[in-house]
């Protein structure tokens, strides 16, 4: 995949990333796309599948950046945490994008927020699994994320908010339509699922 490090700045348009790998250590991640130190990367278009990291980010990680997505297909991307998308202290703006079927070992099947800020107008996440904590989204330590538009959780799955799972964290609806539906909380454990759609917890 690409990396950009100190304030770099990538943009495509129409580019696809598809079956990357970042298993080389398990403290990097992005296997598509890694974002440190300030860089910023404008991403419109593009269809990224089949991508995977032993840490975070199957696709894309963006750790203290920024990224700005418009019209992006993503699908079947995996990793431990934020099985497309890890975002650490980092502004993500999302305008008609769309993940499907995305996978996560631990946290956040299609995105993991820690510390950082979200924007997602006319998105929608569907059939993206977690074994702990959110299919689609897992909001933790502190993060912010704002719905516009149509937006729509569906067919996920995990122990903990089968749909989303916020922690510490804040989810406001920004106008628009919330679609969150046909999700499931499960667990091979006797201790069971909690919140199919939705789990929020504080500490």
């Given at each position: 995949?690409?990396?950009?490090?100190d304030?770099?700045?990538?943009?495509?348009?129409?580019?696809?990333?598809?079956?990357?790998?970042?298993?080389?250590?398990?403290?990097?991640?992005?296997?598509?796309?890694?974002?440190?130190?300030?860089?910023?990367?404008?991403v419109?278009?593009?269809?990224?599948?089949?991508?995977s990291?032993?840490?975070k980010?199957?696709?894309?990680?963006?750790?203290?950046?920024?990224?700005?997505?418009?019209?992006?297909?993503s699908?079947?991307?995996?990793?431990?945490?934020?099985g497309?998308?890890?975002?650490?202290?980092?502004?993500?703006?999302?305008?008609?994008?769309?993940?499907?079927?995305e996978?996560?070992?631990?946290?956040?099947?299609?995105?993991?927020?820690?510390?950082?800020?979200?924007d997602?107008?006319?998105?929608?996440?569907?059939g993206?699994?977690?074994?702990?904590?959110?299919?689609?989204?897992a909001?933790?330590?502190?993060?912010?994320?704002?719905?516009?538009?149509?937006?729509?959780?569906?067919?996920?799955?995990?122990?903990?908010?089968?749909?989303?799972?916020?922690?510490?964290?804040?989810?406001?609806?920004?106008?628009?339509?919330?679609?969150?539906?046909?999700n499931?909380?499960?667990s091979?454990?006797?201790?069971?699922?909690?919140?199919?759609?939705?789990?929020?917890?504080?500490?």
């Amino acid at each position: 995949g690409v990396a950009a490090v100190d304030g770099a700045v990538v943009r495509t348009e129409g580019v696809s990333f598809v079956d990357n790998r970042a298993d080389s250590t398990a403290a990097v991640g992005g296997g598509g796309l890694l974002l440190e130190r300030g860089s910023t990367a404008h991403v419109r278009g593009g269809s990224h599948a089949g991508n995977s990291a032993a840490g975070k980010g199957g696709w894309l990680r963006a750790d203290d950046s920024t990224v700005v997505m418009r019209d992006v297909r993503s699908r079947l991307n995996t990793a431990v945490f934020g099985g497309a998308l890890s975002l650490e202290r980092a502004n993500a703006t999302m305008v008609g994008c769309s993940f499907h079927a995305e996978s996560a070992h631990s946290e956040g099947g299609c995105v993991l927020a820690e510390a950082s800020m979200l924007d997602a107008t006319d998105c929608e996440f569907v059939g993206c699994v977690s074994g702990e904590s959110g299919g689609g989204f897992a909001l933790l330590q502190d993060s912010w994320a704002g719905l516009r538009g149509q937006s729509v959780f569906a067919e996920g799955r995990a122990r903990r908010g089968g749909g989303l799972f916020v922690s510490n964290s804040e989810l406001e609806l920004l106008g628009g339509t919330l679609h969150v539906h046909s999700n499931t909380a499960a667990s091979d454990t006797a201790e069971g699922g909690f919140g199919g759609g939705t789990y929020s917890a504080s500490p």
